[in-house]
């Protein structure tokens, strides 16, 4: 069974930044992406960022480009989320998430392995 552990949420002011770590653990599995979805209260899951480990491309939401930024270690299955200038309307669980796949990788339901998710909270 793969577990994927999420850490690094919090509260911070409107403008401050936060760091998302996330790490895979238990049997050996070859992702072919990582990435980062979020759900705010009332609302769907919804794609932040995911990172394809070959060759390293990053691609992000719109809602996000520019200020968020994901890197990761294919080897250790590892991925990180820098979260910059941060807004009141980024306030959601973030869930870190892994495929084997290689197509859709912005939809959720791509992805298999998902982590428990950590709160990130930011106050106006």
């Known amino acids: 069974q793969v577990q994927l552990v999420e850490s690094g949420g919090g509260l911070v002011q409107a403008g401050g930044s936060l760091r998302l770590s996330c790490a895979a653990s238990?049997?050996?599995?070859?992702?072919?992406?990582m990435g980062w979805f979020r759900q705010a209260p009332g609302k769907e899951r919804e794609f932040v960022a995911y990172?394809?480990?070959?060759?390293?491309?990053?691609y992000y939401a719109d809602s996000v480009k520019g200020r968020f930024t994901i890197s990761g270690d294919n080897a250790r299955n590892t991925v990180d989320l820098q979260m910059n200038i941060l807004k009141p309307e980024d306030t959601a669980v973030y869930y870190c998430?892994?495929?084997?796949?290689?197509?859709?990788?912005?939809?959720?339901?791509?992805?298999?392995?998902w982590g428990q998710g950590t709160q990130v909270t930011v106050s106006s």
């Open positions: 998430a892994a495929t084997s796949g290689v197509v859709g990788l912005t939809s959720p339901g791509r992805y298999g392995y």
């Open positions: 238990g049997r050996t599995f070859s992702s072919y992406a």
């Open positions: 990172i394809k480990w070959r060759p390293g491309i990053t």
